[in-house]
């Protein structure tokens, strides 16, 4: 029997790669904006009454972290009321709910990486707003399954991989923060491990919960821009800044509305042990997506 899957968000990073990675799962409808306001409760319940979907992903969220400062409203419909009805019309109809949580709702502080189960203490709205949303799917009773991401990064959209590039082709002189440590994620790997977990689940292996989803080894802002742009260089794209010619700066030299966690590094071996996976170094899926953009330049 064909599993019926309703993908929510599916124009943003993670959405659009899920497009792709989930058709080897089931037969996919990708919702965007234009389909469906999803702040819109009668019109989300409908759509999930009239798709009769087997797994919900949902990929949307209200992601523009200073923004949220100012605009927490919008920022709480989207990613706890969204979720919390999810979670409600899943645990009705036997759905699986898959959804994605943020590094942001821990405050940085630890000296290491972070487990599933350390304390959580956002530091800004986003962070406050999206734990608001898995406590709500995990109240709600449904069967789920949670993935923790943090620094994402695809050939859509706005992203860091993407405004180094630019600010390294235009620009003579770049400095960049290097008090933050996390591990740069793209948004395809993100989709492909949900893919895979899906049909391991369906397999018999794994089982529901909140994981750590992130590639193996850490870096600051500073260090991935030195290695966007080293690996730029390397791939012939025209950029006029050297790696050693990136400035390191403190994050105190560029203050924004939302406070960011210092350490965003987390611990993702409940992840591999539990779908016997193996995760990339962070550095591994960069060059592959550098080696896309250039040949699109
Ligand atoms: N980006 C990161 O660094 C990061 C870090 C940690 C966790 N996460 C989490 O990872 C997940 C995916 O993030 P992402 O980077 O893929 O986000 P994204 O690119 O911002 O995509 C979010 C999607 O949600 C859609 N959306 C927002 N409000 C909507 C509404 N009212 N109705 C319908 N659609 C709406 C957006 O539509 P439009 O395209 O029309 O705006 C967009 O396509 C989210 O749960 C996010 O919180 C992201």
Redesign the pocket.
Same mark, same amino acid.
């Given at each position: 029997m064909t599993t019926n899957i309703l993908l929510l @968000?599916a124009? @943003?990073?993670? @959405?659009w790669e899920l497009r792709r990675s989930l058709l080897s799962v089931g037969k996919v409808s990708a919702i965007?904006?234009l389909d469906?306001? *999803?702040?819109d409760k009668e019109a989300v319940t409908t759509l999930v009454v009239d798709h009769k979907p087997d797994i919900i992903v949902n990929?949307?969220? $209200?992601?523009a972290v200073d923004l949220a400062e100012s605009e927490s409203e919008q920022a709480y419909a *989207?990613n706890r009321d969204l979720p919390a009805l999810l979670g409600e019309l899943a645990r009705q109809r036997d759905i699986l709910l898959i959804d $994605?949580s943020?590094?942001?709702v821990f405050d940085g502080s630890k000296d290491e990486a972070y487990f599933e189960h350390d304390q959580a203490a956002p530091a800004n709205i986003y962070g406050a707003s /999206?734990l608001a949303g898995l406590q709500a799917v995990q109240d709600s009773g449904c069967r789920y399954l949670v993935f923790r991401?943090?620094?994402?990064y695809s050939a859509r /959209?706005g992203n860091f991989v993407k405004t180094i590039l630019r600010l390294a082709a235009e620009r003579e002189a770049l400095s960049i923060v290097n008090d933050q440590i996390g591990s740069p994620t793209p948004?395809s790997l993100i989709a492909d491990i949900t893919a895979n977990c899906l049909l391991l689940l369906n397999a018999g292996i794994g089982q529901p919960g909140v994981y750590h989803l992130a590639p193996t080894g850490q870096t600051s802002w500073h260090g991935l821009a030195q290695e966007i742009v080293r690996q730029g260089i390397a791939l012939g794209m025209a950029l006029n800044i050297k790696p050693e010619e990136i400035q390191p700066t403190p994050t105190s030299a560029y203050p924004t509305p939302a406070q960011r966690p210092a350490n965003s590094v987390m611990h993702t071996e409940k992840l591999q042990r539990a779908f016997q996976l193996q995760l990339p170094h962070w550095q591994e899926p960069l060059v592959h997506l550098l080696q896309d953009l250039s040949a699109r330049s």
């Open positions: @968000g124009d @943003g990073q993670v @959405g965007t904006r469906c306001d *999803l702040t990929a949307a969220a $209200y992601t *989207l $994605y943020t590094d942001y /999206k991401v943090s620094w994402v /959209k948004a």
